[in-house]
């Protein structure tokens, strides 16, 4: 079991940044990959961004060159820099991890955290 607990939303003006804390607890050494998804009003959930176990990263083709994901170790937290922001990445923002075994992988969500962004 993982526990995934979300911080740093908030309100920002278009083209203003934040960064968004996710601290996992429990089982977190078996975690294979953490990531980021955003999901508007009425749409679906998306990926945003993720991070393997190894460091390797994955980004949205619209959020590439400006959102950073990392990862803290000694911290068990992933975060998520999110610079020129714009009105229509407002949403919330959900922490993902994925323990992946032998025979299936095992999602954990977080309860995630509302970034407003105005125009």
């Known amino acids: 079991q993982v526990q995934l607990v979300e911080s740093g939303g908030g309100l920002v003006q278009a083209g203003g940044s934040l960064r968004l804390s996710c601290a996992a607890s429990?089982?977190?050494?078996?975690?294979?990959?953490m990531g980021w998804y955003r999901q508007a009003p009425g749409n679906l959930r998306e990926l945003v961004a993720t991070i393997t176990s190894g460091g390797s990263t994955n980004y949205a083709d619209s959020v590439k060159g400006r959102f950073t994901i990392s990862r803290d170790n000694a911290k068990n937290t992933v975060y998520l820099q999110m610079n020129s922001l714009k009105p229509e990445e407002t949403g919330v923002y959900y922490c993902k991890a994925v323990i992946a075994t032998w025979s299936r992988a095992y999602d954990y969500w977080g309860q995630g955290t509302q970034v407003t962004v105005s125009s």
């Open positions: 429990g089982s977190v050494s078996s975690i294979n990959v």
